[in-house]
């Protein structure tokens, strides 16, 4: 992009450079996209919406532990070394309640934070307070609600991380990464659940493999106030003005109050048109967000929302 001002297009945390333009991963992997497999799972197509991203101004890129994604971005380093890679490990990450992966019984995961978040007498059914306005943003990630069965303490306690699959992945990043997302789903639960000692874990295995952690939530209201007094240096957080919380307001100023940088992504919001990018990254600027992630389908939708994008953070001098 001409006139791109490389001054703007980063800052520092913990003597790094950190992009103020991130391109998320999601849409390179199995979810969260329309194209067919065979083609969005390729390195080179990763590659050719990375390397137009940065022609475009962007200087961060969501790396999931994905081979198309870390090939893609291996090359993309070599041709432009001052790419930033952010590190996404936590999908299936190794949380863990027994033998079972956490996410399988996120339902009763959620059920459990829904009842000690609105510290509801347990004998109040979890379906009524799924009707709650203000708990609808769990309602559709409870996949039986007809037999909702919240976690005994006993059972909160036995929750771990599979170190193994945690750490294979920190391989995969190491060397090549200079951030890397600690949380996601499992920021939130553990969060709602009391167990912070295994984020702990986490955060101390990322720097042992020399990324910087950086956390990552959905509920804002929940967790920024948490996570702020972690040894986290950032903390992204999900955008969507209509599902980023419990409660909004309270979301709202945890974001506001954060005093370490904010990074958001879902920035496009329910509609996920780039009509609204101009308005959400201004509303998102007004409460102190300082960087930007945004998922892309094909060059199109690169060439036509990237500019948007950095006009509107006046990256452009």
């Known amino acids: 992009m001409d006139n791109l001002s490389i001054s703007k297009t980063s800052y520092l945390i913990e003597g790094r450079p950190y992009p103020v333009c991130i391109l998320g991963g999601d849409k390179f992997c199995d979810w969260f996209s329309v194209l067919p497999p065979t083609e ?40 432009f070394p001052d790419a930033i890679g952010i590190g996404n490990p936590n999908w299936m990450c190794g949380y863990k309640l027994g033998n079972l992966h956490l996410w399988d019984i996120r339902d009763r995961v959620i059920s459990t934070i829904v009842q000690r ?10 379906n009524d307070l799924l009707m709650a306005p203000e708990v609808y943003r769990f309602e559709k990630f409870i996949i039986n609600k007809n037999n909702i069965n919240p976690l005994t303490e006993s059972e909160i306690q036995q929750i771990y991380i599979d170190e193994d ?15 890397c997302l600690v949380g996601s789903d499992y920021a ?5 659940l009391g167990r912070l000692d295994l984020l702990r874990w986490q955060i101390d295995s990322v720097r042992k493999h020399g990324m910087i952690p950086v956390s990552v939530s959905s509920w804002a ?38 005093s370490k940088p904010v990074t958001a992504f879902k920035i496009l919001g329910q509609t996920g048109s780039s009509n609204d990018i ?39 001098d």
């Open 165 to 179: 699959i945690w750490l294979n992945r920190m391989k995969m990043l190491q060397g090549m990464i200079d951030f």
């Open 221 to 258: 209201d929940m967790t920024i106030p948490i996570l702020e007094k972690e040894d986290f240096p950032a903390h992204w957080i999900y955008a969507d003005r209509a599902q980023m919380s419990l409660n909004h307001e309270l979301a709202i100023n945890a974001v506001r109050n954060a």
């Open 117 to 126: 978040r609105l510290n509801q007498k347990s004998e109040l059914a979890v």
């Open 40 to 79: 969005r799972l390729t390195a080179e197509y990763a590659y050719s919406i990375m390397e137009l991203s940065y022609e475009l101004g962007v200087r961060g890129f969501d790396i999931s532990c994905r081979f198309n994604l870390i090939e893609a971005f291996s090359r993309l380093r070599k041709k």
């Open 278 to 316: 101009e308005s959400n990254i201004s509303w998102l600027q007004r409460l102190g967000v300082k960087s930007f992630v945004l998922g892309l389908e094909n060059l199109e939708q690169a060439k036509e929302s990237w500019p948007k994008i950095i006009r509107t953070l006046s990256l452009v």
């Open 188 to 192: 939130d639960w553990m969060c709602g």
